[in-house]
């Protein structure tokens, strides 16, 4: 015990990382799953060269941590803690290279007791491989600019081609490194450097599968990510709502003071150079170069467009680095007080699910879902089981259920990548399904009592039955309820459009071969 304690005198900063990381695991049996959780995993059960929404490594992680472990919920979260804890010594070891030993603890403690931390531990999404690759992107591409190793410009070009493989925010990587060589008077002649373009190609050549799969598919993914995006940014409608929505995601997850600090030395490095035209030291010019576009692009969009609160995480690992240079003892121990108190608070509602929350984006309800679904099912053995709500309750029945799930395509809507799984939905045709969306803002358990138009113009008879109401610590926290539907002729059905208003639905309809509408029996449509 006494050599214990005489470590953590010693080795304060390491102590802390270690007090935050024991934290996250011992949390982990406690997570349920998330959509996103289970959307992710069913890109692994479907391997392909990418996808319709997203690039795949997510899914290629979470296929092989649950091939070796087994599949359940703590498996999956444990791909995420341990993939983050990868990211954490990735980054302990580039600070390392521009921070002294005392701001390189500070730094250390700084990006480890962070919310995102937390939520990159937690939650399968693509910034859980993003992170990692774009750190050892830095770390070659530091190796290979400032010590002169060749070398590290293939294993740089490898990380950002696996980066871009994580996701598209990824290509900010080549653009801070060209723009970090052209602004350095010192290495701007390394953009003559044949060793540089090797890099880029190499980068480009590891994203081949991500490019072809887009050549396959009418680059379907691709038009994904931009066109809606860039419609929204080009009608240039200002919302306040959008602007302080992002302050408040951004003050969350970095936490008060550490969002501060990005904002005092962001204001402080852009006003010196558009107002003296002053360019910082070079290795603090390679640190922004990979901080700026990423930090400040994005902020920037913020009054005209909802930024997601995780499109910036990438900027983080170069800003934590640049806040370990000013920040304070003093200031770290504030930063650990708003920390513990924030990590506590989300403990106890991933424990005791304190605060009900109204949405779909929860860990809460959807095995109590599935259950419910087999049971109905034991009574229609012919049935099969898809839903309307973009991916989620598909997604997450998928994880618990034997038998497959299907998405809003059966009804001729979009459904990402459940279009791309390579079902003959007219295999389907003529078989009773069981139809299921959610309610997510519900207000009391009973029928609405009344139908929706968009239900009666295309099926024939609809009528409404009892909701399921999930309970959570004896709150009533999901409700969702059943129908069972005898599908349309699924060859002519591409148009066909069924849709509820926020609903939780099951229902029952009868096909004739040559029917364009279908006879519904519909237990339950909310609003």
């Not at 994880?399 to 079902?423: R, W």
Request: hydrophobic share 50%.
């Amino acid at each position: 015990m006494e050599t214990l304690l005489n470590y953590i005198k010693q080795h304060k900063a390491i102590s802390w990382v270690l007090g935050f990381q024991l934290f996250r695991i011992l949390l982990l049996p406690f997570m349920g799953l998330m959509p996103q959780d289970a959307y992710y995993y069913l890109y692994g059960q479907n391997l392909s060269l990418s996808y319709f929404d997203h690039p795949g490594m997510i899914g290629y992680i979470l296929r092989l941590f649950t091939d070796i472990l087994g599949t359940s919920i703590f498996v999956v979260k444990f791909a995420d803690f341990f993939i983050t804890s990868l990211t954490i010594l990735s980054f302990y070891k580039l600070a390392s290279y521009f921070l002294s030993k005392q701001k390189l603890e500070r730094a250390f403690v700084l990006l480890a007791s962070t919310i995102f931390i937390s939520i990159l531990s937690f939650n399968s999404t693509r910034d859980v491989p993003l992170l990692l690759f774009w750190s050892l992107s830095l770390i070659s591409l530091y190796k290979a600019i400032f010590e002169s190793k060749k070398w590290y410009w293939v294993f740089a070009g490898l990380a950002m081609g696996l980066a871009f493989n994580s996701k598209y925010t990824a290509i900010l990587l080549q653009f801070g490194l060209l723009a970090f060589l052209i602004f350095s008077n010192k290495y701007r002649k390394l953009l003559l450097s044949p060793w540089l373009w090797f890099s880029l190609i190499i980068s480009v050549a590891v994203t081949f599968p991500v490019w072809y799969w887009n050549y396959q598919n009418d680059f379907a993914s691709f038009a994904f990510q931009s066109s809606e995006r860039t419609s929204s940014i080009t009608e240039f409608k200002i919302s306040p709502n959008y602007f302080f929505g992002a302050i408040g995601h951004q003050m969350f997850l970095l936490l008060p003071v550490l969002f501060l600090i990005f904002i005092t030395f962001t204001f402080k490095y852009v006003k010196r150079a558009v107002t003296k035209f002053k360019i910082p030291q070079t290795k603090t010019l390679f640190l922004l170069a990979f901080f700026i576009p990423t930090f400040l692009g994005f902020f920037l969009l913020t009054p005209i467009y909802w930024v997601k609160l995780n499109w910036m995480m990438p900027s983080y690992i170069t800003g934590v680095i640049i806040a370990g240079m000013f920040i304070s003892k003093k200031i770290l121990k504030i930063q650990l007080i708003f920390s513990i108190v924030f990590h506590l608070l989300v403990s106890l509602q991933i424990i005791f699910y304190l605060v009900p929350i109204k949405s779909d984006d929860t860990w809460v309800g959807w095995k109590e879902l599935a259950t419910e679904t087999e049971k109905l099912k034991e009574q229609y053995t012919d049935a099969f089981v898809f839903s309307n709500d973009n991916y989620k309750t598909s997604a997450a029945l998928n994880f618990f259920m034997e038998d497959k799930v299907y998405a809003q395509n059966i009804i001729g809507l979009p459904a990402l990548h459940f279009d791309y799984l390579g079902d003959n939905l007219n295999d389907l045709k003529g078989k009773s399904a069981i139809f299921i969306d959610s309610d997510k803002r519900f207000k009391d358990k009973n029928k609405l009592g009344k139908i929706d138009s968009l239900l009666t113009n295309k099926f024939k008879k609809v009528t409404e039955l009892e909701p399921i109401i999930i309970k959570i610590n004896n709150k009533q926290s999901r409700k969702f309820g059943f129908s069972i539907v005898l599908t349309i002729n699924l060859k002519n059905s591409s148009h066909l459009v069924f849709r509820t208003k926020k609903s939780t639905t099951f229902a029952t309809a009868k096909l004739t071969s040559d029917e364009k509408i279908v006879n519904v029996v519909l237990q339950n449509q909310l609003n």
